[in-house]
């Protein structure tokens, strides 16, 4: 698409932009004396019509899920590009794919459990899941929901659905990267890839798995080919340390690394993957047109609705400010 057909989008963006929470309104809340005071501090923005019931009942997460719901009906109002905002909600259609081949497999209502969130409705996808068929899902859906019906169908592993969704997640991200038509969209995904390879290896390696199990897990759709990373589960956590700092990847490698291990280590990864990521849409929040505004927004939204769950889960339960601070993700507001 051109650039220009983002004219409008992006001038909605940066108006929503102004209504994202500040450092200045998470350091208030970290530093609240209460969990109700914390909540207290939404009184100055989009959450405000919620904070009585929270303090009342402290539940939290309807009203993040109701806020992420319009978030993206808002998005696939707006914005021109419709594959793009079906792209970053996809992680919503997997994980309400995952509840509906359970729904099938024990035959309990889950319905509690589904994010309304995503291009198409959960009525539409529990069809296909039910079927194996759909005259509305494009062909990357139903390759996903029918290779969960045939290993299931074959092995009875329940465990296995979560395991092919994951990994059929990313195979389907990086075909509907492409079906953007926006050139900088695939490199983006692909990088979104490298970093929970690298995350799901180093995982993987501390549990001792197999390299057959991380061959089911691991995606094939990243810049770093799957077989490198297969070969590294044959050598220990400073060959996978000096692997990545010959790739794009060396600055990330150096700050993941544990000060008193000197291995790579999963919450150092973890953390860091997520903050590269922001400093990326950061660099994507500057550009005045095409479809990086956008998708910048979409990220900032998602990590503002993290920090908020953190900090209210974290008074909650009684930890400390810097406790809960050291969880926390950079945004870019």
């Known amino acids: 698409m051109e650039d220009t057909v983002y004219g409008s989008s992006n001038v909605l963006i940066r108006v929503y932009e102004n209504n994202l929470l500040t450092r200045a309104h998470f350091e208030r809340m970290l530093t609240a004396d209460s969990f109700e005071e914390a909540v207290n501090v939404l009184r100055e923005s989009p959450y405000r019509n919620d904070v009585d019931r929270i303090k009342e009942d402290k539940n939290y997460d309807s009203m993040f899920m109701n806020e992420l719901h319009q978030t993206y009906n808002e998005m696939f109002d707006i914005v021109p590009n419709k594959e793009l905002i079906e792209l970053f909600s996809l992680r919503y259609a997997y994980h309400n794919l995952k509840v509906l081949f359970k729904e099938e497999i024990t035959d309990q209502d889950l319905d509690h459990l589904f994010i309304p969130i995503g291009r198409y409705p959960i009525a539409e996808l529990r069809q296909a899941v039910r079927t194996g068929e759909s005259d509305v899902l494009p062909k990357a859906y139903m390759d996903s929901i029918n290779e969960v019906k045939t290993d299931y169908e074959e092995y009875h592993n329940v465990q296995a659905v979560d395991i092919i969704l994951d990994r059929r997640f990313f195979t389907h991200s990086r075909l509907l990267a492409d079906e953007t038509g926006e050139p900088g969209i695939p490199a983006l995904i692909e990088r979104y890839i490298d970093y929970n390879n690298l995350s799901t290896l180093v995982r993987g390696m501390k549990q001792n798995r197999t390299r057959n199990f991380m061959l089911t897990i691991l995606s094939s759709s990243g810049s770093i080919p799957k077989e490198d990373l297969l070969e590294l589960m044959e050598k220990d ?70 920090n908020l769950r953190l900090i209210l889960s974290g008074k909650e339960n009684g930890l400390t400010a810097d406790e809960i601070r050291e969880r926390m993700r950079l945004n870019y507001a």
């Open 237 to 306: 956590l400073n060959a996978v340390a000096q692997y990545f700092r010959k790739t794009d990847y060396r600055k990330l490698i150096d700050k993941a690394i544990d000060k008193e291990t000197g291995e790579l280590s999963t919450v150092n990864v973890d953390f860091e993957t997520d903050n590269a990521y922001m400093e990326k849409m950061r660099e994507a929040r500057l550009e005045s047109f095409g479809p990086m505004p956008v998708i910048a927004y979409l990220f900032a939204k998602e990590t503002e609705v993290m």
